[in-house]
């Protein structure tokens, strides 16, 4: 039997379901209401069908209707095919409520470790058939992944942004000097010049969004260090300053811990400015988002009071654009790791 050429008509959803209940309920008028036509268009869809395979489907006996040997059969594979269809309705239904699908980030440093974990345990509640990945090195790096497609969304401090990406502050950081207790004097929390040049600058790599914000905020004050040590985490710094070999400038969620245990001093510079930063969502300028991105966004927006592409939940109206600083993020910044997956890790922020 070749009935390519019909096979459009053949497959209507509602002609299916017609010849199914037909066979269900008797008659073509009962099969009608159920599928919620007239009879009169029933019995026009139902004989498109019957053109369109090239067989007779229903037998007729004044009000009452039955199906023939063929009929049976084309109800058996219909069946299949409106369960098949019903399920991908479903599927699509659950995907838009992002109630599964995939979601790949990457993020630097500083906020992978101490902003996303938050945000991604609020996240996996509220969605817990979502799949999520994460990759974290340099704010620089993110913004590369961001560029190239290879993640769904980034999160990175303050950086130039690569052509195709577009940046939307969701949360206020501030960069802080920090030293090993009695390394350099201090007054009413705050270092002059000269003493803070005369240390060793421990720094993070090239691309770091925390060290690009220092250098900036220091080069105002006509900063320039006795000797400049790099660094590849923000933790090998805390170390090496606890061990006297040096001061460095990070970001206050990485060192209040340390700061709160009297391990590490905490300083500014005198006729400095705060250094502060916002930390951004990052995502491709061309496309829109997903729906397990927009319920990331949503999600990152109501732990962090902020309101970013996509968002249905957040600050009034007077607030918007203003970046937050959850309650939740630190209260449990210092409690959380950062996991990478689905990518080669690499450090900064």
């Known amino acids: 039997m070749d009935f390519s050429s019909g096979i459009v008509d053949a497959l209507d959803p509602l002609r299916l379901r017609l010849l199914v209940e037909v066979e269900r309920r008797g008659s073509i008028s009962a099969a009608a209401d159920a599928c919620g036509v007239g009879q009169p268009s029933a019995t026009k869809h139902l004989k498109t069908l019957e053109a369109a395979l090239g067989e007779k489907l229903i037998e007729r006996n004044g009000r009452a209707s039955g199906l023939t040997e063929a009929g049976r059969l084309v109800t ?23 109630e599964r699908g995939t979601l790949v980030l990457a993020a630097s440093t500083t906020p992978g470790t101490y902003v996303l974990p938050s945000i991604l345990q609020c996240f996996a509640d509220r969605h817990p058939r ?7 090195g340099s704010s620089t790096w993110v913004a590369e992944r961001v560029m190239r497609r290879e993640v769904s969304l980034g999160i990175a401090g303050e950086i ?11 949360l206020e950081d501030e960069v802080i000097g920090i030293a090993a207790p009695g390394q350099i004097k201090l007054r009413r929390g705050r270092a002059s010049l000269a003493e803070v040049a005369s240390q060793t600058l421990l720094v993070r790599e090239s691309g770091s969004s925390t060290r690009a914000v220092a250098e900036r905020y220091l080069a105002r004050v006509g900063y320039r260090p006795a000797k400049r040590w790099e660094l590849d985490s923000n933790e ?34 005198e006729g400095g400015e705060p250094m502060r930063r916002a930390v ?3 995502r491709p300028d061309d496309r829109g988002l997903t729906p397990s991105e927009r319920a990331f966004v949503t999600t990152l927006c109501s732990v962090c009071d902020a309101r970013v592409a996509g968002c249905t ?33 690499k450090t900064g922020t």
């Open 76 to 98: 058996a594979h219909a069946v299949r095919v409106l369960d098949t269809i019903d399920a991908m309705r479903e599927e699509l239904r659950a995907l838009r409520e992002a």
């Open 160 to 170: 130039e942004l690569p052509h195709g990406v577009v940046a939307e502050p969701f």
């Open 236 to 269: 090998a710094i805390k170390r090496s300053v606890r061990a006297g070999l040096g001061i460095a400038f990070l970001s206050r969620l990485v060192v209040e811990d340390e700061v709160g245990r009297g391990e590490l001093v905490s300083f500014g510079v």
């Open 280 to 282: 951004q969502l990052l």
């Open 313 to 345: 939940a957040g600050l009034p109206p007077s607030d918007r654009g203003r970046p937050g600083r959850p309650q939740a993020v630190m209260d449990t910044a210092a409690a959380h790791q950062s996991q990478g997956a689905g990518g080669r890790p």
């Open 130 to 136: 979502v799949d999520v990945d994460v990759v974290i």
